[in-house]
């Protein structure tokens, strides 16, 4: 017990000289693989039910290199599980999934249930990931994707 206290002080102690965590530094990186990330309102999403109509929606694209999906509870960036999309070789393949999805504009990106779309390479994901933040992603967005929604 005593080393255990000893530990919890010097970290007490470290961590008081050690700055805040910064921001995530995210880069342009078009041709690494991307994924899409579908945001839900807080509010009006049921997340199964709309990861299912998401799946009929994948279902009715042309076949290509299938599209895998999973829910992931990401509480930084909503407080339903966020459903993440991959299997987009890069970011012109990311972008044109979200430019059909928004053409289409099926019944889920209806009533204000989905809150964003973001088309993100695989290295900015793990980068707010493990800043836990996804500060300033927006505005990258708007510097260096075209499909999108905010």
Not at 68 to 95: C, D, W
């Amino acid at each position: 017990m005593k080393y255990f206290t000893a530990s919890l002080l010097f970290f007490l102690a470290f961590a008081k000289w050690c700055p805040a965590q910064s921001a995530p530094q995210f880069r342009a990186a078009g041709q690494e693989e991307h994924y899409v990330l579908i945001l839900l309102s807080d509010v009006w999403a049921n997340s199964k039910e709309i990861a299912g109509q998401v799946a009929r929606y994948n279902e009715l694209l042309p076949s290509g290199k299938p599209i895998h999906m999973q829910l992931y509870r990401i509480p930084f960036l909503s407080k339903q599980p966020v459903i993440t999309l991959s299997g987009f070789a890069n970011q012109n393949a990311a972008e044109t999934y979200c430019q059909k999805l928004i053409d289409d504009h099926p019944d889920f990106l209806k009533m204000q249930i989905v809150t964003a779309v973001w088309p993100v390479a695989l290295s900015n994901f793990n980068e707010m990931l493990r800043k836990k933040s996804a500060e300033n992603y927006p505005a990258f967005l708007e510097k260096f994707y075209t499909a999108f929604i905010i």
